[in-house]
């Protein structure tokens, strides 16, 4: 099987492994990965034909040097434009394309970059996703924070000078239910003045009741377009239904998110086919929501608890660059986020090309904020991290380096009236 060494490589205790022989023989858990289970709300839209359809599509050994010359000339940057900015054939013109992104950058961010920090609240997961530290099967310290623990998190978080949260959990409607991941919102809203949310998939009335309760944006990870390939890396879960997640922030939309950002987790599958299907699920519900505010993000695979072998497949800071900024010539008004899996080095780079959004004093674990930003260790049991993270910069630290850069940074730019 093409996922074998995924599989192998995850140690599974007595315990995972009688739960997985429990849930393989699950009638639920067999049925295709395109079909639906109950409770999941089908919305009626053609953006996933569009996106599927231009992935598709795209052969991007045809593209030449002189198609790369061509778009990097245009004004505005066609869809066509962009598949040849993706192509090998681009490699050699990155310079020229550094210096058109940041050109496009500067005339609609100007020189600012935007900061944020993730709080992981839970990490339970129902998903069996062979590359996820989450992942039910991983034998890892697993950890729910209460009311009370959450708001002692974002209180450490907040003293730290921080103003935009983005509140995490694993995919688990048992152990973090709608109404607990909408009252970790209420308390949000307390302490930072933007709210993002990174969840599991859900239907459009609980987007909109967390929305309610304070929630600005949600963000979704395709991980890949390729239903065939997702097919394998998703194996057990209401994760596997590969099209109630690619709807899911058009559900959020309709539910009256302000905001909403999309991403593939580059390495799991043909990653030019899936930076070009990202930024064509945007392309399109952006012209579908005009008012709503979009972004992109271009994490790659990172190494995980109990199988450190996991790392992107062919997906080097050069080509990641390109992506970036192919990402930035094709959707100029779109933010793109580079997170903490990356170096602070590229990173440092990046904000001054294409990226205006990075995330600073960030933990993938659960309730270790007050050691990790006061130095103080506690006696509380702490739930394992999702990945390892590159850069472990605090909001200090990352502030007076993109200072030194001769960017502003900023920490809010809403008002609420």
């Known amino acids: 099987m093409e996922n074998q060494f995924f599989v192998d490589s995850v140690h599974l205790s007595s315990a995972a492994l009688e739960k997985k022989h429990r849930l393989e023989t699950d009638p639920m858990f067999r049925k295709s990965h395109m079909e639906y289970l109950p409770g999941m709300e089908k919305i009626q839209s053609d953006v996933c034909e569009k996106v599927i359809s231009q992935m598709n599509s795209f052969d991007y050994t ?223 519900l952006q012209r579908k929501y005009p008012h709503a505010e979009m972004s992109l993000s271009c994490p790659r695979l990172r190494p995980i608890i109990n199988n450190e072998k996991i790392n992107p497949l062919d997906v080097h800071e050069k080509q990641l660059c390109q992506i970036l900024c192919a990402y930035r010539i094709f959707l100029p008004y779109v933010g793109i986020t580079v997170s903490s899996r990356e170096s602070a080095q590229f990173r440092n780079g990046i904000v001054k090309i294409a990226a205006t959004k990075v995330s600073a004093g960030v933990s993938t674990g659960i309730g270790d904020h007050e050691s990790k930003y006061k130095g103080e260790e506690t006696s509380a049991i702490k739930g394992d991290e999702q990945f390892e993270i590159d850069d472990n910069r605090s909001l200090g630290k990352m502030y007076q380096d993109i200072s030194d850069e001769g960017l502003q940074p900023v920490l809010n730019d809403y008002l609420y009236v």
């Open 62 to 284: 045809k593209y030449t040097e002189k198609d790369v010359k061509a778009a990097l000339e245009h004004e505005s940057c066609t869809i066509e434009d962009f598949k040849a900015l993706l192509s090998p054939a681009a490699e050699p013109f990155l310079e020229q394309m550094a210096q058109r992104a940041r050109e496009e950058t500067s005339k609609h961010f100007g020189n600012t970059v935007y900061l944020f920090t993730p709080l992981y609240i839970a990490n339970y997961c129902d998903n069996y996703c062979v590359y996820c530290g989450f992942n039910c099967y991983n034998d890892i310290n697993r950890m729910k924070l209460n009311m009370e623990q959450i708001e002692k998190e974002m209180k450490v978080i907040a003293d730290s000078g921080m103003e935009e949260i983005l509140i995490l959990t694993g995919e688990s409607r048992t152990k973090s239910d709608i109404n607990y991941i909408g009252e970790a919102c209420r308390l949000a809203r307390k302490y930072f003045r933007m709210v993002g949310l990174e969840i599991y998939p859900v239907n459009t009335d609980e987007y909109k009741y967390l929305h309610e309760c304070g929630a600005d944006y949600v963000t979704v990870f395709q991980e890949t377009y390729d239903s065939d390939k997702y097919e394998t890396l998703h194996l057990l879960g209401h994760k596997r239904v590969w099209p109630y997640r690619f709807d899911a922030q058009e559900r959020a939309l309709m539910g009256g998110m302000r905001g909403v950002a999309f991403s593939a987790l580059l390495g799991l599958s043909d990653f030019r086919k899936d930076a070009l299907a990202s930024a064509m699920h945007v392309y399109y």
